[in-house]
């Protein structure tokens, strides 16, 4: 059960898997935009056996992206986007970078708009909006998607208003493809991927893929 202690122990291990990464902070304090560490990089034909020709799929998608662009991938298992985060860069190593979101936000915009490292990179990988989501549901219903099956089926339908950060998602699609020349690749869970269908629909149906491992 993710009670609020809890939620604070998932906002502690988010930002040790950031430090662990090799993730700096860069401008927005917790929030970090870095490549990936070169010194700590993770094996993943040990750890897990991550599905080739998904990522061989994601890899292509990638490729032909030329500007701006929506990716999202889904993976329940923080280890596993972890290990897709790294391929990425391996696969694109002169430009990508990654962003971490280490603590809950409101607008991702205002975020990427203050890094201004982001003109160098043509691909941008996402990971920790699920922290958002989280405090939202027990800002708002006292409980998260985690603490039952029940919250897990409905709340990402309630009506009791939206995640603020996907709210502005979706106020702000155009002005991510006006002012971002970039492909953001979207680590995610399943619970947000349900979010954002449910949420942030305008945002999400500007998706290249969806690809889920």
């Not at 930002?15 to 990936?36: A, D, E, R, T, Y």
């Not at 560490?37 to 992206?65: D, V």
């Not at 190593?93 to 962003?99: A, G, K, N, R």
Request: charged letters at 25%.
């Amino acid at each position: 059960i993710l009670n609020i202690a809890g939620f604070q122990l998932i906002l502690h291990l988010r930002c040790k898997i950031s430090v662990w990464q090799g993730f700096h902070p860069f401008l927005m304090g917790k929030n970090c935009l870095s490549p990936v560490s070169s010194s700590k990089r993770i094996n993943f034909e040990k750890i897990m056996n991550i599905n080739p020709e998904e990522y061989a799929s994601l890899a292509r998608t990638i490729a032909r992206r030329v500007g701006f662009g929506l990716i999202f991938v889904e993976c329940d298992d923080n280890t596993a986007q972890d290990i897709v985060c790294q391929k990425i860069h391996e696969d694109f190593p002169d430009i990508v970078q990654s962003l971490t979101i280490s603590e809950p936000i409101d607008s991702l915009y205002d975020i990427l708009e203050e890094k201004s490292k982001l003109n160098s990179c043509e691909i941008l990988t996402i990971q920790g909006l699920e922290l958002s989501i989280l405090k939202y549901e027990q800002d708002t219903f006292g409980s998260t998607s985690y603490d039952s099956e029940e919250n897990r089926r409905t709340f990402h339908k309630s009506l009791q208003g939206v995640p603020r950060f996907l709210g502005y998602l979706n106020l702000q699609r155009d002005r991510f493809r006006d002012d971002f020349n970039v492909c953001f690749v979207f680590l995610v869970t399943k619970l947000e991927v349900d979010y954002f269908i449910n949420r942030a629909p305008d945002f999400f149906d500007w998706r290249s893929a969806l690809v889920k491992f």
